[in-house]
């Protein structure tokens, strides 16, 4: 079956700093990939849809300038968390859909920001 | 009315038992419907998809109910192993092409005991 990879799935860092995570879509193409946020507790929320080759859609409430996202392939998107504060860990997933129906997600990336 | 409106839990059930899951969702112009499972600190993945004529995987069986706007999912002799957070998912407003917006309720924890 499909197979999105998404690296690294654990990373500390300190406050101020920024994060890149990556998703890859690794056996089809994804013109079209979703990056989600998931608090302790709490259901998947949807932050942004990442389209290949064009800006990404944010959700309301999301920072654009703060989650950057960047889909220069049909096969890797990334997430930037700039300037992380420490309400921003959570465990972030992307997700991509094959052929619009069934959504393969990565592993997800476990962000602590102390 | 909160787009996809799960049982809020938490289901504590004993092996053997059957247990089921109720959600409803707001956009009638919704496409498609599944119960994802989620594991702790996991990824959800795909349990199964929910069709108007009602559709069984093994012990698992979920329904839809379109005028309702109503799905459930029923676990027959629940085993250990099914313990885990279960995902009602809405596949909601198009993108574009083939793609479509996921829409997630809060989940339900279901923990099989002993």
């Known amino acids: 079956g499909a197979v999105v990879s998404q690296h690294p799935s654990r990373v500390i860092c300190k406050s101020g700093t920024s994060v890149k995570i990556e998703c890859r879509s690794l056996d089809f193409q994804a013109t079209t990939m979703f990056w989600y946020r998931q608090f302790p507790k709490q259901s998947l929320m949807l932050m942004a849809t990442s389209n290949e080759g064009s800006k990404a859609t944010y959700e309301q409430g999301v920072e654009k300038d703060k989650f950057l996202i960047n889909h220069a392939s049909l096969t890797l998107s990334t997430l930037t968390v700039t300037s992380a504060h420490p309400e921003d860990s959570s465990f972030y997933i992307c997700?991509?859909?094959?052929?619009?129906?069934?959504?393969?997600f990565g592993q997800g990336t476990r962000l602590t920001v102390v | 009315r909160k787009e996809v409106e799960q049982d809020p839990g938490p289901f504590n059930v004993p092996e053997g038992a059957t247990v089921a899951f109720n959600c409803t969702y707001s956009n009638s112009a919704s496409q498609s419907f599944f119960w994802y499972r989620q594991d702790c600190r996991k990824e959800p993945k795909l349990l199964m998809s929910v069709y108007s004529s009602g559709n069984e995987d093994g012990r698992f069986t979920a329904q839809l109910n379109r005028a309702s706007q109503y799905i459930s999912l029923l676990i027959r002799d629940s085993k250990l192993s099914d313990s885990a957070t279960y995902l009602c998912v809405v596949n909601g407003n198009q993108l574009g092409g083939s793609n479509y917006k996921l829409t997630f309720g809060k989940g339900t924890l279901l923990t099989v005991n002993p």
């Open positions: 997700s991509a859909q094959d052929r619009g129906t069934e959504a393969f």
